[in-house]
Structures are given as structure tokens and as C-alpha cells.
């Protein structure tokens, strides 16, 4: 069997002579090249499987390399060597294609490491996750395209979009992609994190730190070692928090809370918000230094309303998937139904289609599912006009019937109810009046708890209490 074969690009032949060593005990042949010249006429005769390049070059540098391979090559990583300290310089080679990079003087132990990933490194289209893409709307092709070309790269991905649109979605498709699909993939909502413990949570901590730390912990960085962490609604991190992320993203290493020392980490690193970060830096509650670090490559997930056109195939998608889930027959949307969730704007994106789905997946008799068996929820802060033309007359009379307590109360507003309006049980008339402002907010706030709970001036912790006793924290 052939050996994989690796170009080094460098004009220090010590340097030259270190990666040969170190690569033919790895059992891998290499091509060497000390121009940029000479570099493009070995992949004119020779395609390599991997190139290992310099920044700094007799006649040019290894971006004009990198940019050449995305033109002749592009299945082929690139890996950067760069100066100790030159992070601009990596980032652009990363912004150009480059598969990673390394900085002098070397660490063979990363650099073998880096090989190995970067030869792993196989697309394939066949993955639950691609599968869970469902649409053929512009925008989607575009985005799974997007999302197979940056998986094989190890470049920070910041992806934006609004709540509910599947931005954790794009995240394992790009980790199942990468060469650290055998690894973990972990989603942290950094949002959801009390912040008093969001350092502890991200980097671990040593016994002692603090009250309560009975014990050593290694945290997420630690526990996604090889793999892809996401760090989900990244804008609500704290900005002392900020600082050491963007410690950790350029020395590659992590201070668990009260540790002298730092420990070595290896992940690709993955963020989302449905937040503007640009207007977060603007507004002083993001680092602009810190954008800069995650956003290098930027991904867009467009709402559902920009794809109408995939509603129907994602909506017979999730429920095939609820059948397989209750093991029973799945149900189908008659052209009706279609319609009126075509004609509707989804605020709340996939997520709300899916919940819309599960009611009346839940709630229809039979196995054809009619308009009048979607009972739209009113979402505060969306497009009432267009929410009223989705819903019919028939719609708004079937939900009405769904719970009778439902029916029976009066506005939230309506601060002296009488007495015949309770009905005789005071507790769950209470209830279901706390349970709808909980939703409404919820709503409102895109299900950001920690935004809910500011709103409502509430904790956190009393907001998850609550929306678990009420049965709304699914």
C-alpha cells in the first residue's frame, strides 16, 4: 500500500530535516520544496495528500500556497507554520482554507497530532446529521455545502441564526464531517449557566477553589479533549469569562479555577447566538477582540420563512420521526394543513413548526391531519397579521375546546377576578394563570430562560423551578 505522502514547504533546512524525521516515523513519505516556485511544480506532477507550509517564503508566502491549492487542489489540508505570537497571520490562513496551523518553534507532539487529524480528514454526504437537513430551498443547498467545506478545516465557526432555526444542528453536521468524528461533541448553553459558574463549568477546577469544591473537576474544554465544543448563545457569556476564552483559544490550553498551571487542550472550537455580535461589540457586552478569535469563519442559518418551500418535506420529516419515537403509524398533513403552515411566519422557526406538529400529532383522531387541528400559539413579539391570516375561524373554535380551564379564564391582565370565574378551585386557577405568563414570556424571549427570568424578575434557578412544576420546561 502506498504511503500518504506530505509536501513541506520551508526554506530552513533544519527545520526541513526535523519534519522529515519526524514524519518518516509516522511512516509517511514526504516531498520537500524551499520556494513557492518549486511547491506548485511538485503538486503540478504530484498531488500530495497533506502540505505543511511556511509563512515566509524566498519568492512570496505560504497564503499565496494556500490560495493556489483552493484553486488547483482543494481536497488537499493545508497546514500553516507560523512565528511564535503571529495569531493574525493564522487567522487569515485559516480564513483562506487552511486546515490549521502550528507555530515555532515546534511541538511535535501537536504536529503529529495535526497530521494525523488533517489525514483523516474525509467528506462524505451520508451521515444522520446530513439527513437531518431536510429542504432543497437555495438557501439550504448552500448551507450544506457551506457546512462540508468548513468541516475540514479546524478553524472557529460562529454560527448565527434565530432561535429555533437548528444552529446545533449545522454544528454536529460539521463535527460528523471533520476528522474529530470519533471524538466527543459537546453543546454547552452558555446562557443557562448561573454566571458565577461559568469559568468552572468551561475550564474545571481544582479542589479547594472555592465553597463547595469537595473536589478536582475537569471541565467542558477538558471533556470535548479531541473532539467539538459548542458553545451555544455565546453572547451571554460574562465578560470576565471572555478574557480567559480568548486565553484559551490562542495558547491552546486551559487554568481549571484555582490552579497554578495550565493544561493542554485540543478541540475544535464551535459558537452560536441568535444574537447580533457585531451590534453586542458595539454596545461594550462582547469583546471585539474575542469576535474577532471565533468568528473567523462566519455561517448563516436562515430562518424558516426564508424556505417556505421546505415546509412540507420537514414537516412530514418530523413526523415520521414522532412516529418512530411512539412506534406508531406516522400521520400526514392534508393539503389544507399544508397550506395554512405555508402561510404562516414561524417566529419560532423549526422548533415551533415541530411543537405545532406534536400537538396536533397528539390531538388528531385520525391519520390525515387537518388545519383545523393546528392550534397556532400566540407569539408575542411576531407578525400578528400574518399568524391571523394562518389561522382560521375553525382553528381558533377547535383550540378553544382543548381545555376547558383554559376557557374559562380571563385576561392576565384582569387583576380582581370574581369569585364565579375561579370555579371553585383556587390553586389550579392560579396555576394555569402563572403557567400562561410563563409561556408568554418564554415566547417573547425566544425560550431564553436567562433573558425570561430578567424580564420577569425572577432567578434563573426559581424560572427552571417554576417551568418544571408547570410542565413547561420540555
Known amino acids: ?21 519526524t514524519l518518516a516515523r509516522m511512516n509517511l513519505s514526504t516531498l520537500r520544496a524551499t520556494t ?6 511538485h503538486i503540478a506532477t504530484q498531488t500530495p495528500d497533506l502540505c505543511l507550509t511556511d509563512m515566509k517564503l524566498p519568492d512570496g508566502n505560504g497564503l499565496a500556497l494556500i490560495e493556489f491549492m483552493q484553486r488547483t487542489c ?39 497530532e495535526l497530521v494525523k487529524q488533517a489525514l483523516q480528514v474525509q467528506i462524505s454526504a451520508a451521515t444522520d446529521s446530513s439527513r437531518e437537513m431536510i429542504g432543497q430551498a437555495p438557501p439550504m443547498v448552500r448551507l450544506r455545502a457551506q457546512a462540508h467545506k468548513v468541516a475540514r478545516s479546524q478553524a472557529p465557526v460562529h454560527i448565527q441564526g434565530e432561535s429555533g432555526v437548528g444552529k446545533e444542528v449545522i454544528a454536529r453536521l460539521i463535527h460528523q464531517l471533520s476528522p474529530r468524528a470519533a471524538k466527543p461533541f459537546i453543546a454547552v448553553n452558555c446562557g443557562a449557566i ?50 480567559k476564552l480568548l486565553r ?12 497554578e498551571t495550565e493544561v493542554p487542550t485540543d478541540v ?9 455580535l457585531n451590534h453586542e461589540v458595539r454596545e461594550g457586552r462582547f469583546r471585539d477582540d474575542l469576535y474577532y478569535r471565533i468568528n473567523v469563519i462566519g455561517i448563516h442559518v436562515p430562518g424558516l ?57 397528539a390531538l388528531c383522531e385520525g391519520s390525515i391531519i387537518g388545519s383545523h387541528d ?68 418564554m415566547l417573547k424571549h425566544r425560550w431564553n430562560k436567562t433573558a425570561a427570568a430578567k424580564a420577569l424578575g425572577i432567578s434563573f434557578r426559581s424560572l427552571r423551578y417554576r417551568l418544571k412544576k408547570l410542565g413547561l420546561d420540555d
Open 1 to 21: 500500500m502506498n504511503r500518504p505522502t506530505v509536501l513541506l514547504v520551508d526554506d530552513e533546512p533544519d527545520i526541513l530535516q526535523l519534519l522529515e524525521i
Open 74 to 112: 482543494p481536497e488537499v489540508p493545508v497546514a500553516m507554520i507560523t512565528a511564535h505570537g503571529s495569531v493574525e497571520s493564522a487567522i487569515e490562513a485559516l480564513k483562506l482554507g487552511a486546515f490549521d496551523f502550528v507555530t515555532k518553534p515546534l511541538a511535535l507532539d501537536k504536529l503529529r
Open 268 to 276: 475544535r472550537l464551535l459558537s452560536a447566538t441568535h444574537k447580533n
Open 248 to 259: 484559551v483559544i490562542q495558547e491552546k490550553a486551559v487554568r481549571p479555577v484555582g490552579a
Open 305 to 361: 420563512r426564508e424556505r417556505r418551500e421546505d415546509i412540507p418535506e420537514l414537516a412530514d420529516h418530523l413526523l415520521r420521526r414522532m412516529a418512530n419515537e411512539h412506534q406508531t403509524s406516522a400521520k400526514h398533513l392534508d393539503l389544507q394543513a399544508i397550506e395554512t403552515l405555508m402561510a404562516h411566519d414561524f417566529p419560532g422557526n423549526v422548533r415551533e413548526l415541530e411543537n405545532i406538529l406534536a400537538r396536533a400529532n
Open 374 to 441: 393546528l392550534h397556532f400559539e400566540a407569539f408575542i413579539g411576531g407578525d400578528k397579521q400574518s399568524n391571523s391570516t394562518a389561522v382560521s375561524a375553525a382553528d381558533t373554535r377547535n383550540a378553544s375546546k382543548q381545555s376547558h380551564a383554559a376557557s374559562a379564564l380571563p385576561s392576565v391582565n384582569d387583576k380582581t377576578p370574581g369569585l364565579a370565574e375561579v370555579n371553585g378551585d383556587l390553586e389550579i386557577y392560579l396555576e394555569d394563570i402563572e403557567r400562561s405568563i410563563l409561556n408568554d414570556a
Open 194 to 243: 448561573p454566571p458565577d459558574l461559568v469559568e468552572s463549568e468551561l475550564f474545571g477546577h481544582r479542589k479547594g477553589a472555592f465553597t463547595g469544591a469537595q473536589h478536582d473537576k475537569a471541565g467542558l474544554f477538558q471533556a470535548a479533549s479531541g473532539g467539538t465544543l459548542l458553545l451555544d448563545e455565546v453572547a451571554d457569556l460574562p465578560l470576565a469569562v471572555q478574557v
Open 36 to 41: 513557492l516556485a518549486e511547491a506548485k511544480a
